[in-house]
């Protein structure tokens, strides 16, 4: 028997207020066809008053629970990935741990940007296999309309807000049963060199403001594209499964683009992929867990699906991470 990290259950919090292209258009020059052509988005929620990255992740967390048919009291780890804290310090995950009612296990934040629920997940599974921890709690939540200029509108059509959660424990499972469930391989990347493509104009230590999201749209793409097959590759690889095997694939909701670029990069349909960019825009760390409980509650993932999860952030960062269901 190995020991293995499974899911158990997943959820999701929006916002109230969803905000469409149309609406967009009357706050900033742009249009409908404009955004569609380039990302796909069509709809993005903005977080509201008293709407903050812990609400958000607190409800998604509560969802998660109820899904899996536990106890809160049970969860002896949260790792919550968000670059929009609700404060500088301490860690939101602490304030979602005390709303969950399971204070004393860990509780701390990830920052890695869009693609901080695949380091949030790496960090959990590491955890539950070593004996630190037996149920987990990973979250992915964001506000990211708080740090963009709403007046460039090569950026703040590209964002929305939101939270996913998954609840994760550890389990003997029969390795030599390939329909076992559990995490099979995760590989996680970082590039400094790139900060400048991607990144927020503050930071406490630097201006002592929050700052507002820069980004040089093309360039991300094109290593986008480049970074995410390459990891894809690196954790199939890892576990001699080969592009047909996987039925799903949960990226990170950045543009619909780069999700049928690297699709085809991969030879893998597109019918495999799931999109919620048109629905949710990019949320950032939110937007891989938000994608993956979409998919569970519509039926299209079921227990027993070889799923591959992927994206890539500010920084740069990226992962990749394949599990059973």
């Known amino acids: ?13 929006l916002p109230q207020r969803a905000v469409s292209n149309a609406e967009m258009a009357q706050m900033v020059d742009t249009t409908d066809e404009w955004i569609v052509e380039r990302t796909g988005i069509r709809n993005r929620y903005i977080a509201g008053e008293g709407e903050t990255t812990s609400s958000l992740a607190i409800l998604a967390a509560r969802r998660a629970i ?3 048919g536990i106890e809160a009291s049970s969860i002896d780890l949260i790792v919550l990935a968000t670059a929009t804290p609700d404060q500088t310090f301490p860690a939101t995950a602490t304030i979602v741990q005390h709303a969950l009612g399971c204070n004393g296990g860990m509780a701390f934040d990830v920052a890695a940007v869009c693609s901080g629920f695949l380091y949030a997940l790496g960090t959990a599974d590491s955890l539950l296999r070593t004996g630190m921890a037996r149920r987990a709690l990973v979250i992915g939540a964001e506000t990211f309309s708080r740090i963009l200029d709403w007046e460039d509108r090569t950026t703040c ?3 929305g807000d939101g939270a996913g959660a998954i609840v994760l424990e550890v389990q003997d499972v ?9 995490i099979l391989a995760t590989r996680l990347h970082a590039d400094g060199a790139h900060n400048q493509l991607l990144y927020v104009d503050g930071g406490a230590s630097t201006t002592g403001t929050v700052g507002k999201l820069r980004m040089k749209g093309r360039e991300v793409f094109r290593h986008a594209v480049t970074n995410l097959a390459s990891v894809l590759e690196e954790v199939l690889a890892d576990t001699g499964h080969v592009p047909a095997d996987i039925d799903w694939v949960v990226p990170h909701q950045a543009n619909y683009r780069i999700l049928d670029a ?4 991969l030879g893998l349909p597109a019918e495999k992929v799931v999109v919620t960019v048109d629905r949710h825009a990019n949320t950032s760390a939110a937007s891989v867990p938000l994608a993956f409980d979409t998919a569970m509650r519509d039926g299209r993932i079921r227990k027993g699906d070889l799923v591959v999860f992927e994206a890539m952030g500010g920084g740069f960062t990226w992962g990749a991470c394949l599990a059973r269901v």
């Open 262 to 265: 690297t699709a085809r990069k």
């Open 66 to 68: 109820e899904a899996a």
């Open 1 to 13: 028997m190995t020991l293995r990290s499974v899911i158990t259950g997943s959820g999701s919090a």
């Open 174 to 182: 029969d390795a030599s049963d390939p329909a076992a469930p559990g």
């Open 157 to 159: 059509v590209l964002f």
